[in-house]
């Protein structure tokens, strides 16, 4: 392929990509109720999307549902690798198999069945959050799992036997030599549960509380009718996310420069 | 000496326990339900009747389109610019995929809110072309997760094969069909799986662009919606046969590719 017939197809993409939210970003701080007609400079977007007693729930909601389901995700979800990375092959193949099944599923499919056993069949109530809580983490655990995986199987196995010879117990070995080694996976299957989380409209619909809102969710009923403030508040919230996902991958970028590249995956 | 003793296996039984519980569980649950009437008897009747059901079968027909349609275009998008991060003019400066998978993290819905104003600005009115619109939004909410396994899977080719490829005479469209898709397979796959199967269900992406016209995933919706929990189910369930239908497949050609790697 040539030179510039490359540079044009990313330039292309990037821009298929990136055009909306920025442009998004550019009205959010003007006070137009929709794009193409300018207006005024304005933050009025802003103040809305952070005083507005509903927003700020929903976001506040959001956020600590993504934070709690995520730090439960990574303790079953590394706990489950490591077990599973020790244990027979037949236990680790069950483990893997079912821990794929969320992975390919619709994730329609899994909010529903969700819905059905624990809603429907066991009564438990939505208003709890119990729900919606299993249900996100069934989700997302599988990613962690995936995450760690690979790092165990890198890892030097000779190290935690020295430390069992230089007499640490399994548990000390454990924390002192396999975790720091398994970190990274840890890490970054913490953010894949969190993002995942944040990003969930469907497992979210059919488990929560009929008056709790995520992102997801509030965004979908906003479509179908809210006010002009509450809809330009939301491009502010765009706005405001795409900022910190920006931040968040060039500060963690940075770090990996420091620490030689890694494997990229979801 | 009955002083227990931790032993690192253990620590896999929390995770399993919640898997069968909380993943395994359900899928059974919805099994039972789809696959019986209000009564609790057995039967194959709702399963039957969605097949001789012609409003349901358009259902079923229009999914198919939509999907086709998103992974179609994703992969004709996706692939160049995967090739060319992995390959091409781009490949020293590694952290470019970032920018390509980096739009995957923002919320999904917010994403579409935005491609959604600047339709309505190129089109003056979303409702003239719903087809259209929901095939451009699921194609820009689902593109980052077609480039990253074809990313992934081209960066492993081994240029020396490519090179090899021309020193043997062939030109690019030549070596391109020859040696450089077929090493890419396990690639094109895990991407089509990423993107065919939302595509399906994701009747989200409908409802924002006032698609009124249903997928598979409107119709657990609207069960959902009018506590018909037995053909919500059965929806469900026909999903999670094709989904197992199709993992089967993939995991076959992939292990087939495979195969014939160590064979080299």
């Known amino acids: 392929m040539r030179k510039n017939g490359q540079h044009m197809i990313i330039w292309l993409v990037l821009a298929f990509l990136y055009l909306p939210i920025l442009i998004l970003t550019f009205y959010s701080f003007t006070s137009s109720t929709m794009i193409g007609s300018v207006r005024e400079f304005s933050v009025e977007n802003y103040i809305t999307l952070f005083t507005e007693p509903a927003l700020r729930a929903m976001m506040f909601g959001t956020l600590s549902l993504a934070v709690v389901v995520a730090l439960i995700s990574v303790l079953l979800g590394s706990a489950g690798a490591i077990g599973a990375f020790y244990s027979k092959k037949g236990v680790q193949r069950t483990v893997e198999f079912f821990n794929e099944v969320p992975v390919v599923n619709a994730d329609v499919v899994t909010g529903f069945s969700i819905c059905i056993f624990m809603i429907v069949l066991l009564h438990m109530d939505k208003d709890t959050y119990i729900p919606l809580v299993i249900a996100q983490t069934a989700l997302c655990t599988p990613f962690v799992y995936l995450s760690v995986m690979p790092r165990l199987k890198q890892m030097d196995n000779s190290l935690y036997e020295a430390a069992l010879d230089l007499g640490c117990t399994p548990a000390q070995a454990l924390r002192r030599v396999v975790i720091p080694q398994i970190r990274p996976g840890i890490v970054s299957g913490f953010m894949t549960a969190i993002t995942l989380s944040l990003d969930d409209y469907f497992i979210a619909t059919y488990t929560k509380p009929a008056t709790f809102d995520t992102i997801s969710t509030y965004v979908v009923n906003a479509t179908r009718g809210a006010q002009t403030s509450i809809k330009t508040a939301l491009w502010a919230l765009s706005a405001v996310m795409f900022v910190i996902v920006v931040a968040v991958v060039m500060a963690a970028n940075m770090k990996r420069a420091g620490t030689g590249e890694e494997d990229l995956r979801i | ?264």
């Open chain 2, 1 to 264: 000496m009955s002083r227990y003793r931790f032993d690192r296996k253990q620590l896999v039984l929390p995770y399993l326990i919640y898997l069968i519980l909380f993943v395994v569980m359900p899928l059974l649950v919805v099994l039972y339900y789809g696959f019986t009437d209000d009564q609790g008897h057995i039967s194959f009747t709702n399963f039957a009747s969605f097949f001789t059901n012609s409003k349901m079968m358009g259902t079923l027909v229009y999914s198919l389109v939509i999907a086709v349609m998103v992974t179609v275009i994703c992969l004709l998008l996706a692939y160049p610019v995967a090739y060319i991060l992995a390959k091409g003019e781009y490949a020293r400066k590694h952290s470019f995929l970032m920018v390509f998978v980096l739009p995957m993290w923002i919320n999904f819905t917010l994403r579409i809110t935005a491609l959604k104003e600047i339709l309505t600005l190129l089109e003056g009115n979303l409702a003239f072309h719903p087809f259209m619109n929901t095939v451009i939004c699921m194609v820009y909410d689902f593109l980052p997760f077609m480039i990253m396994p074809l990313f992934n899977s081209l960066t492993k080719l081994d240029k020396s094969m490519i090179e090899a490829g021309y020193d043997l005479g062939a030109d690019f469209p030549k070596v391109l069909t020859k040696v450089i898709l077929p090493l890419s397979v396990p690639g094109i796959i895990s991407g089509v799986t990423m993107v065919f199967l939302p595509a399906m269900t994701n009747y989200v992406v409908l409802d924002m662009v006032y698609n009124s016209t249903y997928i598979m995933g409107s119709l657990i919706g609207s069960y959902f919606s009018s506590y018909d929990w037995n053909n919500g189910s059965l929806i469900s369930a026909i999903l999670l046969m094709f989904i197992g239908f199709l993992t089967i497949i993939t995991d076959k050609i992939v292990s087939k590719e495979e195969g014939e790697e160590v064979r080299i």
